[in-house]
């Protein structure tokens, strides 16, 4: 009972849209702007730094709040199946009609807390593939394509390799208009504003 109330309520928290409601504070409809993504990469391309900084921080919160919590009060596979509820609920938000972001930061900031030193890996991976290419979803799609090798060499738990397997595959799938984009040469780099 306990498990799925704390489930329940990441996949609630999970849901909350910072990128949009940071964004309507702002005057701008999000979802009708840049990529349509919820996400800091497009508030940033189209509200701001402010506003992109508030939502990295607000999608990052909510992953390491709920697994924060899964810690103290529950055990495996309950942990991870938090972490999973919480991103789902980024992706699949119930408020604004299961239509959200590509889980990105909310999955970094479950891992923050389910496995930091695997965080700070895949952190620092994304990071020099954005400082090379200048895309944020390459970034994603490269850090997610190798994040169960990283589970795997720095924190090898048979949970925690599922969980970044299955996560892994998600965000992936969300990425794939980024792919096309990127072969086309269409996608917009990061620090171009729209």
């Known amino acids: ?89 980024h992706i699949f938000p119930v408020f604004i009609r299961f239509k959200g972001g590509k889980g990105v930061a909310t999955t970094f900031g479950v891992v923050l807390i389910y496995s930091p030193i695997v965080a700070i890996s895949a952190i620092l991976l994304w990071s020099v593939v954005v400082f090379i290419f200048r895309y944020s979803s390459l970034g994603a799609v490269i850090t997610f394509l190798f994040l169960p090798a990283i589970v795997s060499i720095l924190d090898p738990d048979k949970m925690k390799l599922y969980f970044s397997s299955f996560i892994s595959i998600i965000i992936i799938l969300k990425h794939k208009d980024n792919l096309l984009r990127i072969f086309k040469g269409t996608e917009t780099k990061i620090g171009i504003r729209l």
Request: hydrophobic share 50%.
């Open 1 to 89: 009972m306990k498990a799925l109330v704390i489930i329940t309520l990441s996949y609630l928290l999970g849901s909350i849209p910072f990128g949009v409601l940071i964004s309507k504070y702002k005057g701008i409809n999000l979802k009708e702007k840049g990529s349509g993504n919820i996400g800091a990469t497009n508030v940033l391309r189209t509200v701001g730094k402010g506003a992109a900084a508030f939502t990295l921080l607000g999608d990052l919160l909510k992953g390491s709040l709920s697994v924060f919590i899964a810690n103290n009060f529950l055990h495996e596979p309950w942990i991870a199946f938090t972490g999973i509820a919480v991103i789902l609920g």
